[in-house]
């Protein structure tokens, strides 16, 4: 696609300040963009790096005076960013809308008006599919399973028996839904799997992304909350309950039972001690190992995690330790020499 600047500018309904007949068909970093694509700067940090980038309009909250590339002036410009991307984006071959003769689909499943069922897909008895979803190629759908509207399964989700999804959930490709916990007992010198009867619930508007497991429960079920957004690599465990609009990094685990508060924020690599509570609004830094409860709006970091100034002190001594074992030495030599000399008086 390509359009020119002042048809942009219309479509997202910004400002146009500049030539409006320069032809724009993707969108790109400023220092790497080239003369067909549209760039975009939200801080005064990066107003420099316009004077020499080579891309031919910039997406602004302000005027710069002096640039002589076209500017389209937005309200904000992460927002005007996310509609430019979906302008740009690739159209890509969608699945069709009805099921495809190679699915194998139960004679009970209730499938919505407008959804799209992929080659290879299998789904279950007592399975409901809610209108306009997708289910991309080589799914897999478990009995009593619950789908609901407008969602979108990537190629080779599995979704276990008894899982329920709200609307407009998108699971990205090999996520596995509602497998079993990792729960075992030790009888009589052998580790017996404790079973797990529960299920998951996936609440509206979750995003989860690629290669992603969240367990079922033993009893009861292993929540994800309205509006949270989950990375790629991200293990959640048996009867978790994750609050609304959390944000989640990849390779995160979340041992079980623990809980998460709304909009708590885990880091890359974060592993959760089973559990324990994370209280509304917590961040956690990347790399951190959480071993205890934490309360609300708490910012933690290190392992174990403590406190964003506790922690700059360790990280601080840590540093210091190799100049500071260096003057032990020294003194612990010169020590050694008094007492020599003491003992060569006596």
Do not use: W
Not at 14 to 42: E, M, Q, W, Y
Not at 63 to 79: F, H, S
Not at 272 to 280: A, H, L, P, Q, Y
Request: proline fraction near 3%; include cysteine.
């Amino acid at each position: 696609m390509e359009l020119t600047v002042g048809q942009l500018a219309q479509q997202i309904g910004a400002d146009l300040v500049g030539d409006g007949s320069v032809r724009i068909s993707g969108v790109g970093p400023v220092k790497s963009g080239d003369k067909n694509t549209i760039t975009f700067v939200k801080d005064s940090k990066h107003i420099a790096s316009l004077e020499t980038s080579r891309a031919g309009a910039v997406l602004v909250s302000r005027r710069i005076e002096e640039l002589a590339k076209p500017q389209l002036i937005v309200e904000n410009v992460d927002v005007a960013l996310i509609e430019v991307l979906n302008i740009f984006a690739p159209r890509l071959r969608q699945v069709p809308e009805g099921i495809d003769p190679t699915a194998k689909v139960a004679r009970d499943t209730k499938i919505g008006k407008g959804a799209a069922i992929g080659p290879g897909v299998v789904i279950d008895d007592k399975v409901e599919i809610g209108e306009n979803s997708v289910i991309s190629r080589g799914c897999k759908i478990g009995e009593n399973a619950k789908l609901g509207k407008n969602c979108r399964l990537d190629s080779n989700v599995v979704v276990y028996h008894n899982c329920i999804i709200g609307d407009n959930v998108v699971i990205q490709a090999n996520t596995t839904i509602g497998s079993v916990g990792f729960g075992y007992s030790c009888i009589d010198g052998a580790h017996r799997l404790i079973p797990h009867n529960g299920g998951v619930v996936i609440e509206d508007f979750v995003e989860i992304g690629a290669n992603c497991c969240v367990d079922r429960a033993k009893f009861g079920d292993t929540v994800v909350g309205a509006g949270t957004k989950i990375d790629n690599l991200v293990q959640i465990a048996h009867n978790v309950v994750i609050g609304k609009r959390c944000l989640i990094a990849g390779q995160v685990g979340i041992a079980g039972s623990s809980k998460l508060g709304d909009g708590v924020v885990l880091g890359g690599q974060v592993g959760v001690s089973d559990n324990i509570e994370i209280g509304d609004g917590a961040m956690i830094a990347a790399q951190s190992g959480v071993t205890h409860s934490v309360r609300a709006g708490e910012q933690l970091f290190g392992t174990p995690a403590t406190t964003k100034r506790d922690a700059l002190k360790t990280v601080t001594l840590t540093r210091r330790l190799p100049k500071m074992a260096e003057r032990l030495q020294r003194l612990s030599e010169r020590i050694a020499k008094l007492e020599a000399a003491e003992n060569d008086k006596r």
